[in-house]
C-alpha cells in the first residue's frame, strides 16, 4: 500500500521556469515531510523539509507548499537550471516515533536550455 | 568524514550465489536503513535498525537478512541471489527518524 502518491513521473521544464511536483498523503499521523534530490549515480540527499505547522516553507529557489486540509503538498522549483535536472523524491515520516520514512515513487526532472 | 559508506560499489552474481552488502557510518547514528531502487518503483525499504543489536522488516525483506552487531555497521545478505534481486541497493543513517544520510549506493546485477 503505496502511503505517499507523487506525480508527475517526469518533467520537462525550460530554463527558467516553474517546476511543481506534487504529493498526497493518506496517514493523518504523518508530522514530517521532507523531499530528498538525487543526481544519478549518487544516493539521495536532503532538499528541504516542512512541518504541518506551517503552510509554507522557502529556501532560496526551492519552496515547499503544505495543505494539511488536503493531505497534499508539493515542491516548486523557481527559476529552474539545468543543474536542477534530477530525480526528486517527497516523503512523509512520524518523527516522534521509530517509524522509518515513507517515500513517493519520485520524479525525473529535466531543465533544457 | 567519510558520512555512510557502502561496499562494494558493483557486483555481479549468478542466481543462487550469496553475497553481503556492507554499510559502514561514521556519524554515531543510531538508525540505519537498507533501500533498493528500481525504476518506476522510488526507494523501497528492506530492512532497518533502530540501534545496535536491533533489526525490522520494511516494506520488501523477502529474500534479505541484515544484522547490526556494531553501531556503526549494517550489513545486508543475500543468502541465494535471483534476478529480482537485481537492483541498486543504497544505506541510510540518521540521529533520528526524518532526515537521511544516504550512501552512494551498490549495483548489483544478478544473472
Known amino acids: 500500500q503505496q502511503q505517499v502518491k507523487q506525480s508527475p513521473q517526469s518533467l520537462i521544464v525550460q530554463k527558467g521556469g516553474i517546476s511543481i511536483i506534487n504529493c498526497a498523503y493518506e496517514?493523518?499521523?504523518?508530522?514530517?515531510f521532507p523531499w530528498y534530490q538525487q543526481f544519478p549515480g549518487k544516493g539521495p540527499a536532503l532538499l528541504i523539509a516542512?512541518?504541518?505547522?506551517?503552510s509554507e516553507k522557502k529556501e532560496g529557489r526551492f519552496t515547499i507548499s503544505f495543505n494539511k486540509s488536503a493531505k497534499q503538498f508539493s515542491l516548486h522549483i523557481m527559476d529552474s537550471q539545468p543543474g536542477d535536472s534530477a530525480t526528486y523524491f517527497c516523503?512523509?515520516?512520524?518523527?516522534?516515533?521509530?517509524?522509518?520514512?515513507?517515500f513517493g515513487k519520485g520524479t525525473r526532472l529535466s531543465v533544457i536550455a | 568524514n567519510a558520512g555512510v559508506t557502502q561496499t562494494p560499489k558493483f557486483r555481479v552474481l549468478k542466481t543462487g550465489q550469496s553475497m553481503t552488502l556492507l554499510c559502514a557510518q561514521d556519524?554515531?547514528?543510531?538508525?540505519m536503513y537498507w533501500y533498493r531502487q528500481d525504476p518506476g518503483m522510488g526507494l523501497r525499504l528492506i530492512h532497518y535498525?533502530?540501534?545496535?543489536?536491533?533489526?525490522a522488516k520494511g516494506e520488501v525483506p523477502d529474500g534479505y537478512n541484515v544484522s547490526r552487531l556494531k553501531k556503526q555497521n549494517f550489513l545486508l545478505g543475500l543468502e541465494s541471489a535471483a534476478p529480482s534481486q537485481t537492483s541498486v541497493y543504497f544505506c541510510?543513517?540518521?540521529?533520528?527518524?526524518?532526515?537521511?544520510?544516504f550512501g552512494e549506493g551498490s549495483r548489483l546485477t544478478v544473472l
Open positions: 496517514n493523518t499521523a504523518f508530522d514530517y
Open positions: 556519524m554515531n547514528h543510531e538508525y
Open positions: 535498525s533502530v540501534g545496535e543489536g536491533t533489526t
Open positions: 541510510a543513517s540518521t540521529e533520528y527518524p526524518g532526515e537521511l544520510f
Open positions: 516523503a512523509a515520516s512520524i518523527n516522534s516515533g521509530n517509524t522509518p520514512l515513507v
Open positions: 516542512i512541518r504541518p505547522d506551517v
